[in-house]
């Protein structure tokens, strides 16, 4: 029941934005804050609450908080929800960068109602899809995420939001019906003819026969690789985030994303252990090729936002590493693949956290210069130190330095994946000194140097002084969206200051403290994917 | 002769009015000249009703059925032609079918 | 055969087997000689009279429900489950179509006859699913078309007439074919009866039996919309008024599939032809030739007109698996109900604005009202199968139904086209949606010269899209309930 | 199995037969639609005659008698109130010509070559003594709903006739609360007056 | 003592100085008052816990990562980590005081002190480490602070550059460590850097590599030496810290404690020593065509910590350990030297410097002692620790290898000495990088001279009984002292020191024009005893080290920067390229389904006939 309260809370408060017209403007906002707030407090209250077993619990057998009724006799799909160490931190993680997305839009002046309540709406459906123990909840809750993004990129995106939420929209939903169609399949594959996870997960469905077992694994793999998203699918990617606005670009990237590798663990490795086994080689593959292929592309950027959307099919690359290696039951101990697996979990949680900020940083350019291209900020460090030192601290996390959550997560993938994935373990550790590289690269691009601010158009920079007509900016790259034609350039920018620091600097610190005291989360997690662990060796 | 020969006569005279009426039907701008056509289809219809029951199952009434339903076929659709003709004749002083194009794509 | 006087015995208690029809009847006749007595502006009683005669149709055959199926009137007409969908859809439709169209009706010298002409119609869509002869077919077809042929020109303008000209000949042309396919499968049989089609066809002549197939399939498939007979569904949408395009492209279609999925679950279940791959041909055909014509439309009804054939190609998934798999049946009952919701819905957004038939047009005239484009956009996401609509359901219902009776390909056909559909949904969607708020206080509205169409807000079409909104998410959520009303066990 | 019928009525349902085939082509060959109308009212009446072979007697004269009355109204509908008046005028109005008579041809081939390919289910003739008593049987009993059906059907044909073709209601004649006594018609008649 | 208090003690030890560094980071500007004096008690505070635990040798495990043994962040202190950690408290205390004086007032002090604080205590942990997590935790954030402080001064144009190469650098070395990381896992079941020796099959191999690699990264040997030539940008107390006991040392370190492992290889301890061996030479002989003197002592930082690999891949610990401890002193002292005259003249080029240790005696004989010490000139340290080393050089190649590279750093040694030493003729170029203050503070001074004392005592090293002790603290065997290799490699120092210094101080004037004269054939003669051949070739190997190493590094940076560029466009042309044309072929499909509707019933019938007909067909043909 508190789980359902959780889930459905939110949109609960997005019913009453909507319903009560009085509440435009600041208002509007501090209802959404206060809902997300609560929310957040009845997760920790779950943790708080959550015990979380010794061994491997988890996945099957010792879910709290379940519930689980009836939704759809026929097909015999339920509302069935429970928490177990996959879903709790997920859960914990989308409370807090849509409480921190809250406390951003605290400035946010355009239609904050109607935003709100969006918001609202995709925090019940992130929540809802963490939660779900019933495929075809999950994918109930799946599709919603997207309807819910779509509306946030198109009406508050800027640049080419129109065109880049339709490209983000049709991909994600051609991924979410293949996944559909793999449900499906798993379906009438199992025995029982169920789309319960668990009873599905005790019962693997296909075993028998590899072929079938392998298309399934196909379709869902393609569903969710979309999402996640993985290379080649990730081309959406860098388009939705560009012209998203961004509390967006940091849900999208935080949350949204997570659902692709959530379903990873939550349903490919349990329910298709056999196919999971045969296939983990090219997840591992595919998983590497999008670490390294991420972190190079980011690395040629020429626009902040797009780098850090390459930046997390790079991360999300090590995700699917972590749980190929998993899956090579015969060349790894259990040992190795339990940990490349919580390694995975914790890369999700970290990258939530990491990426959320960086997003929620360029979106400090983004309403202080209307673009997003490197040349045309330069030495940000002097007028804006806040700023530079927030988003230099992101950078090392993002890139994995120790004392990171980050870090525990790599490290944990790298040193779990080995065994099982030599060759493809060190080239993709490589991607770690890429990532370093082009962060570094950045904070060196934007922080230091002459000082260059492009001012608005309309003059409405606070500290709009040096008003001199620039010299003609470099033609945009192909690819590049950065839209804003730069008029003059200004030597002073608004650091980063209230709604924006109570905004980004928790999320930071949360990156910090995941890094140097991973226990409380680990020992969540650790049970859990010491069962996928088990239920993949099947 | 054999009953079979007969029938495969009778049908293929029944096959010769459902062609000839098809030509019209796709042929014929003229509203009405389409109808003709379509009631030609249902003649052939008609005939092979009959020969059905003569020649198949004549201890069933259904192909008898079947040729009462042509029939009624037949006139509830010139029917209800002749009130869409004068219904679009009024509204547009057209009687062509080609001259009704306004909505296409 | 039976004796011809059993039937005449029966006939008082096989008469009240019909009891929802007679209702329906009784509303039609009754409307009407009502509608002769009352003036002008006072025929909203007629409505009432028909939406009654609806409601009480459909509670009647809600009583019946889960008696055991049978047959009356020498077997020539079939109560069980799937008639008991039709028959509660269709009428509540029905119901929802009356009022939806009285908006545009109130006070029209002819408004009496619409109603009855949709009651009508509506008596012979439930007879289409119910027949179990394929001589009832052809009346019931008759039935189903006629009315709807006058209420397509109902407005008697030029496009009007033009749509009802379009109807009307491909109408009657496919009417012709099935009469032409009904002699074929009688010259192979002797018989029209679905029983004994069933013991027969299967020993008869293929060339017969595909004649016969193809004829009958084309008659349903025209009732349904289906390719290759859909050309007149995007001309008479476009070309009459939105409330008779929501009546003609729900209604008829309910039946039409559920005759088509009948006649496939018996007559032609055991025919040495692949009927099932035929259907799943025109299934396929129909979804993405409906998905690809929709793209680049900017006229609203017929962007909905396209989607619709693309929805039919969704239902004869199902029609193709019947009688193959336990799934079909539910899947059936989850997705004509989800179907007829939110089609509904989504022309009774276009009807709000009926001067509106362009998406830009559209999206002018709703972008103030808030609630209505979100209704809009719960509509038409349901209608793409977005979760947790009914036509969700309905998809999920219908892929695994599909999969089940072994068409995988179909399946992923499908799930493809949901994508493409998508796409020109979002096209209507996006302009709607993205329409600015009025600032807070109301005070900066400069938009008051580009808003001039579709100033007058239709109540009914509205209340009708805000109900169809919800009621397609309630049905989605609660379709647990309602597959377990109507598929007990 | 030898069929039943005379060699004359074979002689008969072949000429017949030829007569009603050639009267569908002059359909479409005469130049007026009056013209037209007869050719096909001479090809319904030797199908009747067939039929009245077929020991179809009721059918047959049905068929005669309705298709008669239809066509007599379709010459006058199309002589008094179509574009063309007098209906004796030369008029050619088709087109696609030679695709129509192509799609015609081919559906008429592959029929006939379905007709004397398909082995005919010939055998279980048991003739009834009076095909009309069948038919009647048929109608009142094993097919009366049909028969409800049609006459449901007829009900919604003349209701949506009239509203297609009538362009005046009862409330233009009698007001628009019906409260006029007398019917205000362009041209008066009727009982009461 | 008790136990828990020691465990506490090497807990605070580390803690200590990093809360102290993330305050002040996190305190920004406001705090640039007390973070002088702060860090300078904070690093009193870590000396006297670095003498505790040094005295107690306690182990501290805080739980990290589950599951493993080893998983969790482990630190213990044995006999290697006791010396090292009071080295490192002494050397970070020193030269806190040192920067506290050196910088300038109104520079970012907090920032620079948090850094500073986090640097020293990240090193601490290096140190102590007894797993992998804490290991890399601690080795990677010692990077990371390196960056920021040698781009302190960020708003110089290039600054920050150097950082960043410096960081990537290292950092590439890491990976190997992570993949040892991995390999231990597979090869020992655990995290545990003990057990890592044990590791079996292949893993064994794949961890010394990486250990290797990611040692030679830190320590600057070939092939990873560029980096240390930008690290001169930072501030110079940066550099006395970075270079003398920390950073590159820590690389040295790695290699010594994880002896076994290399040993056990059979090829990774050869390999670490030839690594160590060549770098001594060749950056030994870079340092000698150096005229920056910054630049100087960074390569010859290099070459010594050269040395200390040499040792470990020899298994020399004792003696490479001293190496460790006397080099720091050695280079600290120098550091602190070059930075107050930087600070004092403006300049740490090598003219400019001509005659700093008579402008500044108290410093300058600090330096000149020190200088003394790096030449290897008996009785000082370096003297007595390099013997130690290639004493126990089995292989004669190495050992003349190790040899050459002793004498070159004499060489070098030599420049610094003849050029600070010599007269000042007032005409230097002075300023020529920043202004200078014409002052060298007491403090400075003092810690010069401190460094300088015991830079001259650690060659007690020499003296068995000194060594002993050392060896007993580091718990390997007693070595039995090699006087003749003493003896030759002090007469040989103090040779080519002479020379050198000689040689140097006759170039200016004489020299060149021998060079230049036609009575050259003599000359030659001199040459050869010359330093200038080794100049020459010090200049080839400076000239490739700059363009071919760090060439190599700028070129595969070029490269992968061109693949990222390429890739990018493959990325937006083909893969993107492919959605949109699908989009594209979705469009026109669309319109030709719509061309069927054309508004023509006739054509609609005709369209449905053969719609019909195709489907009979379809019905008869596919049974």
Redesign the interface.
Same mark, same amino acid.
């Given at each position: 029941m508190l789980l359902t309260v959780v889930v459905l809370l939110p949109l609960a408060a997005a019913a009453l934005l909507l319903a009560v017209p009085a509440l435009a403007g600041r208002a509007a906002i501090w209802v959404w804050i206060a809902a997300s707030a609560a929310d957040l407090a009845l997760v920790a209250w779950m943790w708080w609450r959550y015990d979380p077993g010794r061994g491997a619990t988890g996945v099957v057998g010792n879910l709290a908080y379940e519930v689980d009724l009836q939704w759809i006799p026929t097909v015999d799909a339920g509302y069935h929800i429970g928490v177990d160490g996959l879903s709790l931190p997920l859960l914990a993680l989308t409370g807090v960068l849509f409480l921190a997305c809250a406390v951003w839009s605290l400035r946010e002046p355009d239609r904050p109602r109607t935003q709100a309540a969006l918001f609202l709406f995709l925090q019940t459906a992130c929540l809802g899809t963490f939660a779900a123990l019933d495929l075809i909840l999950f994918f109930v809750f799946f599709d919603l995420t997207i309807v819910g993004m779509y509306f946030v990129i198109a009406g508050w995106g800027h640049g080419n939001a129109r065109r880049s939420a339709l490209k983000f929209f049709l991909y994600t939903f051609l991924g979410s019906l293949a996944l559909l169609v793999g449900f499906i399949g798993l379906f009438l594959g199992s025995e029982e003819r169920t789309f319960d996870m668990v009873a599905l997960a005790e019962n693997p469905p296909l075993t028998d026969s590899p072929l079938a077992g392998g298309l399934v694994l196909l379709a869902i793999g393609l569903g969710l690789a979309v999402k996640t998203p993985l290379f080649p699918f990730h081309t959406w990617l860098p388009d939705a985030h560009t012209d998203a606005p961004a509390a967006g670009s940091a849900i999208l990237a935080g949350i949204l994303l997570k659902l692709g590798t959530y379903g990873f663990v939550r349903i490919a490795m349990p329910i298709l252990p056999d196919a999971w086994q045969r296939w983990a080689m090219v997840v591992v593959v595919v998983g590497t090729i999008s670490v390294l292929w991420g972190a190079f592309v980011a690395l040629a950027q020429t626009d902040v936002k797009r780098m850090i959307a390459y930046t997390s099919v790079n991360h999300m690359g090590y995700v699917l590493l972590g749980l190929g290696a998993a899956g090579l039951v015969g060349q790894a101990d259990e040992e190795a693949r339990t940990i490349a697996t919580v390694g995975a979990l914790y890369q999700m949680v970290s990258h939530g956290l990491l990426t959320g900020a960086l997003f929620l940083l360029s979106g400090v350019l983004w309403s202080r210069g209307q673009t997003y291209a490197f040349d045309h900020w330069g030495g940000l460090a002097r007028p804006a130190p806040v700023f530079a030192a927030l988003l230099a601290v992101a950078a090392f996390g993002s890139l994995g330095l120790p004392g990171f959550a980050s870090f525990i997560a790599e490290f944990q993938i790298f040193t779990g994946a080995l065994q099982a994935a030599p060759v493809a373990t060190v080239l993709a550790v490589t991607g770690i000194l890429v990532t370093a590289g082009l962060f570094l690269v950045a904070l060196q691009r934007l922080l230091t140097g002459p000082t260059a601010v492009p001012s608005l158009p309309d003059g409405s920079s606070p500290d709009d002084q040096a008003a001199a007509a620039a010299p003609s900016s470099s033609p945009t790259q192909d690819g590049a969206t950065a839209t804003a034609v730069r008029p003059r350039t200004a030597t002073g920018m608004r650091d980063v200051h209230g709604a924006e620091l109570a905004a980004v600097v928790p999320l930071l610190a949360l990156a910090v403290l995941l890094g140097l005291f991973p226990r409380a989360l680990l020992d969540v997690i650790e049970p859990a994917a010491a069962a996928v662990a088990q239920l993949v060796a099947r | 002769m054999t009953a079979e020969l007969v029938l495969q006569i009778v049908l293929t005279v029944a096959a010769g009015l459902i062609g000839v009426g098809l030509f019209g039907a796709l042929s014929q701008q003229s509203i009405v000249m389409v109808m003709m056509g379509l009631e030609l289809v249902l003649n052939g219809v008609l005939l092979a009703g009959g020969a059905a029951w003569y020649f198949i199952a004549p201890e069933l009434p259904d192909a008898q059925m079947l040729v009462v339903v042509a029939l009624v076929v037949m006139a509830v659709e010139m029917a209800m032609g002749f009130a869409v003709t004068v219904a679009i004749y009024r509204a547009r002083q057209v009687d062509m079918v080609d001259m009704a194009t306004d909505l296409r794509g | 055969?039976?004796d011809?006087?059993?039937?005449?015995t029966g #006939?008082g208690e096989e008469a009240l087997a019909l009891l929802p029809e007679l209702l329906l009847?009784l509303g039609a006749g009754g409307g009407?000689l009502l509608g002769?007595?009352?003036?002008?502006?006072?025929q909203w009683r007629v409505r009432a009279v028909v939406i009654v005669a609806c409601l009480a149709s459909a509670a009647a055959a809600a009583v019946v429900f889960s008696d055991p199926p049978t047959r009356v009137?020498?077997e020539?007409?079939v109560i069980d489950g799937t008639t008991g969908i039709v028959r509660i859809v269709v009428a509540l439709s029905a119901a929802v179509a009356v009022f939806l169209a009285s908006s545009s009706l109130a006070g029209h010298?002819?408004e009496t006859?619409?109603y009855?002409?949709m009651l009508? %119609?509506a008596?012979?869509t439930i007879?289409l699913a119910a027949s179990g002869?394929l001589?009832?077919l052809?009346?019931?077809y008759?039935?189903a078309s /006629?009315?709807l042929? #006058?209420l397509a020109? @109902?407005a008697?303008?030029? +496009?009007?007439?033009?749509?009802?000209?379009?109807y009307?000949?491909?109408g009657?042309?496919?009417? &012709? =074919?099935m009469?032409?396919g009904?002699?074929s499968l009688? =010259?192979?049989?002797?018989?029209? %009866?679905y029983p004994e089609l069933a013991t027969l066809l299967p020993? #008869?002549?293929?060339?017969?039996l #595909?004649?016969g197939? /193809?004829g009958v399939l084309?008659g349903v498939g025209f009732k349904a919309g289906a390719?290759?007979?859909h050309?007149?569904v995007?001309?008479?949408t476009? %070309?009459t008024t939105p409330a008779m395009a929501a009546y003609i492209t729900t209604i008829p279609k309910i039946g039409a599939v559920a005759a088509a999925f009948r006649l496939l679950a018996e007559p032609f279940g055991g025919v040495?032809?692949?009927?099932p791959?035929?259907v799943a &041909? /025109?299934a396929a055909l129909s979804m993405?030739?409906g998905n =690809?014509?929709? @793209?680049?439309?900017t006229d609203v009804s017929?962007l909905l007109a396209y989607s619709t054939v693309s929805q039919v190609g969704y239902l004869f998934m199902v029609v193709a698996v019947a009688g193959r798999t336990d799934?079909a049946l539910?899947a059936l009952a989850i997705y004509l109900a989800g179907y007829a919701i939110t089609n509904l819905g989504a022309f009774a957004a276009v009807a709000a604005f009926p001067e509106a038939r362009s998406i830009s047009d559209w999206a002018a005239a709703a972008g103030r009202n808030?609630?209505v484009v979100?209704s809009l956009v719960v509509c038409l996401?349901g209608l &793409?199968g977005?979760?947790?609509t009914a036509v969700?359901?309905g998809k =999920?219902?219908v892929?695994?139904a599909t999969?089940?009776g072994g068409l995988a390909w179909l399946?992923?056909l499908a799930?493809?086209n949901?994508?493409?559909s998508?796409?020109y949904y979002?096209r209507w969607i996006?302009p709607a949606?993205?329409t600015?708020?009025v600032p807070?206080g109301g005070g900066t509205d400069g938009g008051a010269s580009t808003v001039t169409v579709g100033r007058a807000v239709r109540t009914a079409p509205v209340v009708t899209l805000h109900v169809a909104a919800i009621a397609s998410v309630l049905l989605g959520?609660g +379709?647990?309930l309602w597959?377990?009303v109507v &598929?007990p066990g | 199995m030898l069929t039943d019928l005379s060699g004359w009525t074979i002689a008969a349902v072949v000429v017949l037969g030829v007569l009603s085939v050639a009267g569908g082509i002059a359909v479409f060959v005469v130049d007026s639609m009056a013209r037209a109308t007869f050719a096909l009212l001479a090809s319904f009446l030797a199908v009747a005659g067939v039929l009245l072979a077929f020991d179809l007697v009721y059918l047959a004269v049905v068929t005669a008698l309705m298709m008669t009355i239809e066509m007599a109204i379709m010459a006058v509908f199309m002589i008094m109130f179509m574009m063309n008046p007098a209906g004796l005028m030369p008029m050619t109005m088709v087109h696609n010509a030679r695709g129509s008579a192509l799609t015609g041809a081919v559906a008429f081939v592959v029929l006939v070559v379905g007709i004397w390919t398909v082995d005919w289910p010939i055998g279980r003739t048991e003739r009834p003594e009076d095909s009309t008593r069948q038919l009647g049987e048929a109608i009142m009993g094993s097919h009366m709903l049909v028969m409800l059906m049609i006459g449901i059907g007829l009900f919604a044909t003349i209701l949506a006739g009239t509203v297609l073709a009538t362009a005046r209601g009862r409330y233009d004649r009698f007001g628009a609360d019906l409260a006029a006594k007398r019917p205000d018609d362009p041209i008066p008649g009727g009982l009461p007056r | 003592m008790s136990g828990s208090l020691g465990t506490t003690a090497l807990g605070a030890l580390v803690l200590l100085p990093a809360v102290l560094g993330v305050l002040l980071l996190g305190t920004g500007r406001r705090a640039d008052r007390v973070a002088g004096p702060a860090a300078v008690l904070a690093t009193v505070g870590a000396l006297a816990l670095a003498a505790l635990v040094a005295g107690d040798r306690p182990r501290l495990s805080a739980p990290f990562l589950g599951i493993i043994p080893g998983g969790e962040l482990g630190a213990a202190v044995d006999g290697l980590s006791a010396v090292l950690v009071v080295l490192v408290a002494s050397v970070a205390l020193l030269t806190t005081v040192f920067a506290v004086v050196d910088l300038p007032p109104e520079a970012a002090r907090a920032r620079f002190f948090g850094y500073f604080l986090l640097f020293i205590a990240a090193m601490l942990a290096t140190v102590t480490a007894t797993t992998f997590p804490a290991l890399l935790l601690a080795w990677e954030v010692m990077g990371a602070t390196s960056y920021a402080l040698i781009g302190y001064r960020w708003q110089d144009p290039g600054k920050l550059n150097d950082g960043t190469r410096a960081f990537l650098t290292t950092r590439a070395g890491d990976l190997g460590l992570y993949v040892a990381a991995g390999a231990a896992l597979a090869g020992t079941g655990g995290l545990v850097l003990e057990d890592l020796a044990t590791a079996d099959g292949g893993w064994l191999d794949l961890a010394a590599a990486g250990v290797l690699v990611a040692a030679l990264g830190k320590s600057a040997q070939m092939p990873f030496s560029a980096w240390i030539s930008g690290a001169m940008s930072g501030p110079s107390p940066v550099s006395a810290l970075l270079h003398s006991a920390t950073m590159v040392a820590a690389g040295g370190y790695l290699l010594l404690r994880t002896q076994p492992l290399l040993a056990a290889t059979g090829w990774a301890a050869t390999a670490a020593a030839w690594a160590g061996a060549l770098t001594a030479l060749v950056l030994g002989a870079v340092a000698v065509a150096q005229r920056d003197l910054k630049q100087l002592l960074a390569a010859s930082t290099a070459a010594q910590i050269g040395f200390v690999v040499l040792a470990a891949g020899i298994g020399a610990t004792a003696g490479g350990t001293g190496q460790l401890v006397a080099h720091a002193a050695v280079k600290a002292g120098l550091f602190v030297a070059a930075g107050s005259w930087l600070t004092a003249l403006g300049t740490k080029q090598l003219p400019g410097l001509r005659g700093a240790a008579r402008r500044y005696p108290g410093i300058g004989a600090a330096a000149t002692v020190a200088a003394l010490a790096l030449a290897g000139i008996p009785p000082l340290s370096l003297w007595a620790t390099k013997e130690g080393i290639l004493a126990e050089a089995d292989s004669a190649p190495l050992r003349v290898l190790g040899l050459a590279a002793a004498v070159i750093s004499a060489v070098y040694a030599a420049k610094i000495i003849a050029v600070v030493l010599a007269a000042p003729t007032g005409d230097e170029p002075l300023d020529d990088e920043e202004p200078g203050t014409r002052r060298v503070p007491v403090p400075a001074t003092a810690t010069a001279v401190v460094f300088a004392i015991a830079a001259a005592g650690l060659g007690a090293l020499a003296v068995p009984a000194v060594a002993g002790a050392l060896e007993d603290v580091l718990g390997v065997e007693a070595q039995p002292v090699d006087l003749g290799g003493l003896l030759l490699g002090g007469v040989l120092a103090v040779a080519a020191l002479v020379v050198s210094v000689v040689v140097v101080r006759a170039r200016p004037g004489v020299v060149r024009a021998l060079e230049r004269g036609p009575l050259g054939t003599w000359v030659g003669l001199r040459r050869l005893l010359s330093p200038a051949p080794a100049m020459a070739v010090a200049r080839v190997a400076a000239a490739l080290d700059d363009r071919a190493i760090d060439g190599a590094v700028r070129g595969v940076a070029r490269a992968v920067t061109r693949a990222a560029a390429a890739s990018a466009r493959a990325d937006t042309g083909v893969i993107d390229g492919a959605v949109r044309g699908t989009a594209r072929a979705c469009r026109r499909a669309g319109a030709a389904a719509r061309r069927p509707q054309t508004g023509l019933l006739h054509q609609y019938y005709v369209q449905a006939v053969a719609g019909v007909g195709v489907l009979l067909a379809f019905l008869l043909i596919v049974r």
């Open positions: - | - | 055969m039976n011809p006087m059993g039937g005449m #006939a009847l009407l002769l007595w009352t003036p002008q502006h006072r009137f020498e020539t007409w010298p002819r006859e619409a009855v002409l009508l %119609g008596l012979g007879a002869d001589l009832l052809v009346a019931a008759l039935l /006629i009315p042929y #006058a020109g @109902f008697k303008d030029a +496009s009007g007439t033009e749509a009802t000209l379009k009307y000949l491909m009657a042309f496919v009417g &012709v =074919l009469m032409v009904v002699t009688v =010259l192979a049989t002797g018989t029209t %009866g020993e #008869a002549p293929a060339a017969l #595909a004649v197939v /193809i084309a390719v290759p007979v050309f007149w995007p001309d008479v476009a %070309g040495p032809l692949d009927v791959l035929l &041909v /025109i993405t030739l =690809l014509a929709a @793209f680049n439309q017929r799934l539910p808030r609630w979100v996401l &793409v977005t979760p947790p969700f359901v =999920l219902a892929f695994t999969w089940d399946v992923v799930a493809v949901t994508v493409a998508l796409f979002l996006a949606a993205a600015r708020d807070a959520a +379709s647990g597959l377990a &598929v | - | -």
